[in-house]
């Protein structure tokens, strides 16, 4: 019973683990400009890819809604809002791509990578226009 016991205590550990090296779940972004806390971000899985929705604003911003996007989120809040869509696991690999996030700041939509680092505690965002050597980093942290 104890060794049962025992080996299910490991496999649920290593599930959990397992777990952690996807960007599901939810995200404290991190500005990459002045590395302070800006909003949390809930990462889900849908069958066209991820989706990341903003859940919580961290800063007070003078523009509570999206009024620089060219898209259907024109105008909308910035709470409630998709910033990331689309993104898929790449074949054999910890990462997520060919996807795209908003910036609501400015309204850009870039090409997107994500990659969960340091055992899933963290998730490098990759912003893009064209290669993604030309474009951004922001290092988020896990919050579940």
């Keep these: 019973m104890l ?12 599930a959990s683990v397992m777990a952690q090296m996807t960007p599901l779940g939810l995200w404290q ?3 990459d400009t002045d590395g302070k806390a800006t909003s ?6 849908t069958p066209a890819g991820l989706v990341g929705v903003v859940e919580k604003a961290l800063t007070t911003s003078n523009e509570p809604n999206c ?7 024109k105008g909308q809040s910035k709470l ?12 054999g690999k910890d990462v997520w791509e060919d996807g795209n996030i908003l910036d609501p700041n400015n309204g850009t939509v ?11 505690k963290k998730l490098e965002v990759r912003a893009f226009i064209g290669f993604a050597l030309l474009g951004r980093t922001q290092t988020w942290v896990r919050v579940e």
């Design 110 to 120: 870039y090409k997107l990578k994500l990659s969960p680092i340091e055992g899933g």
């Design 40 to 45: 949390e971000v809930r990462i889900t899985s």
């Design 80 to 91: 409630g809002m998709q910033i990331i869509r689309g993104a898929k696991k790449a074949d």
């Design 67 to 73: 009024d620089k996007c060219t898209d259907e989120r």
């Design 3 to 14: 060794r049962s016991l025992t080996a299910l205590a490991f496999s649920v550990s290593c």
């Design 29 to 31: 972004t991190i500005s």
